[in-house]
């Protein structure tokens, strides 16, 4: 619902554009094997905090945000050059994350995490399409939620980065986030605050996509000058605009 109400919302102000396909190419944002160990992340994740239907309802918005960014890393697999390197479902992955935003009973969460997991092994059933609009995968409030929290854990990379898969994904799944930021319009009162907007989400996209060079690299240096000018286009942007 919230989804469609979203597109009502942008179709009457007529703010920015509806894309489609992604603004920016995730093949040049993301590898295949970053996005896959993205997936298998979240829904390991998913698995651990609907164990306890006790816990659900406090539980319930990490639900929702995790939905997002699955939905966001599964288009950005169906949009990958290279996705054919994998047997992944992923419009049937994206379409599963969808719903479980929308969803507030815990065994209709589990049932659409299992979904999410026979996809991920190639299994599907039903239609699905190829693309998604890119303003309608995830909230910007969940999707600030999500690059903070990350930030946080690229904060510990400042000190000693190790390389390791872990420390890449807070990056590369913030630069994923960034393309949905980059698509999202909806929180700009006119049409003159775009081009910022887009500059501040390039900024982003591009410095994460540094900080997983960098990581992997090993190299201290990098990540501090990445991680800094990540952190000035987030500043810079939250002077303007706060996710409510």
């Not at 209709?108 to 995490?113: F, G, S, T």
């Not at 999410?116 to 998604?132: N, P, R, T």
Request: charged letters at 25%.
């Amino acid at each position: 619902m919230k989804h469609l109400l979203a597109v009502a919302l942008l179709s009457c102000l007529c703010v920015g554009k509806v894309w489609a396909k992604a603004p920016y190419n995730p093949t040049k944002v993301v590898s295949v094997e970053l996005i896959v160990a993205g997936l298998e992340e979240k829904l390991e994740f998913l698995g651990t905090i609907l164990a306890n239907p006790a816990q659900f309802d406090e539980q319930q918005e990490y639900v929702v945000r995790a939905g997002g960014v699955i939905a966001c890393l599964a288009q950005a697999l169906n949009e990958h050059e290279e996705r054919g390197t994998v047997k992944i479902a992923g419009p049937a992955l994206r379409d599963a994350a969808l719903e479980l935003q929308d969803q507030d009973d815990h065994a209709e969460c589990l049932k659409l995490v299992q979904t999410m997991q026979s996809a991920l092994k190639g299994e599907s059933s039903g239609e699905h399409a190829q693309e998604h609009p890119w303003d309608e995968l995830i909230s910007m409030y969940d999707m600030m939620e999500e690059m903070n929290e990350r930030n946080g854990g690229l904060s510990r990379s400042l000190r000693r980065p190790r390389g390791k898969i872990d420390e890449q994904l807070n990056a590369s799944t913030n630069a994923v986030l960034s393309i949905a930021m980059l698509a999202d319009h909806s929180y700009l009162d006119d049409d003159s605050q775009t081009k910022q907007w887009d500059d501040w989400s390039m900024q982003c996209l591009e410095s994460m996509n540094s900080l997983v060079q960098a990581i992997k690299a090993q190299d201290k240096d990098k990540v501090a000058e990445a991680y800094q000018s990540a952190n000035r286009a987030c500043d810079q942007c939250h002077e303007q605009h706060r996710a409510e």
